[in-house]
């Protein structure tokens, strides 16, 4: 019953930035790490950013530099901070985690789980 509700994407111009947010819900036990992942029509969907429970992080090559994620663990959300922004980051963006949760049955289980995305738009 976990679910990942992304927000904060939209319309900017060429060299702004945008903020997103993906807040999980449900009975987590934890997050074990949590992804940005981006989409465009017609192509496979990347990994942008990945952040471990101990804090450590991953970029793609095309945004290290200008996009940061950060994990808020009280609140069991994720962020990506994204300073200057370029045509080719619109895409559909999507939080993914590595989530341990509290399953109907009462067990402890691991597993990925998906947010339905947030059009980000990058005009020239």
């Known amino acids: 019953q976990v679910q990942l509700v992304e927000s904060g994407g939209g319309l900017v111009p060429a060299g702004g930035s945008l903020r997103l947010s993906c807040a999980a819900s449900?009975?987590?036990?934890?997050?074990?790490?949590m992804s940005w992942y981006r989409q465009v029509p017609g192509k496979e969907r990347e990994l942008v950013a990945t952040i471990t429970s101990g804090g450590t992080t991953n970029y793609a090559d095309s945004v290290k530099g200008r996009f940061t994620i950060e994990m808020d663990n009280a609140k069991k959300t994720v962020y990506l901070q994204m300073n200057s922004l370029k045509p080719e980051d619109t895409a559909v963006y999507y939080c993914?985690?590595?989530?341990?949760?509290?399953?109907?049955?009462?067990?402890?289980?691991?597993?990925?789980?998906w947010g339905q995305g947030t059009q980000v738009t990058v005009s020239s």
């Open positions: 449900g009975h987590i036990i934890r997050a074990d790490a």
């Open positions: 993914n985690a590595n989530i341990v949760a509290l399953q109907y049955s009462g067990e402890f289980e691991a597993g990925y789980y």
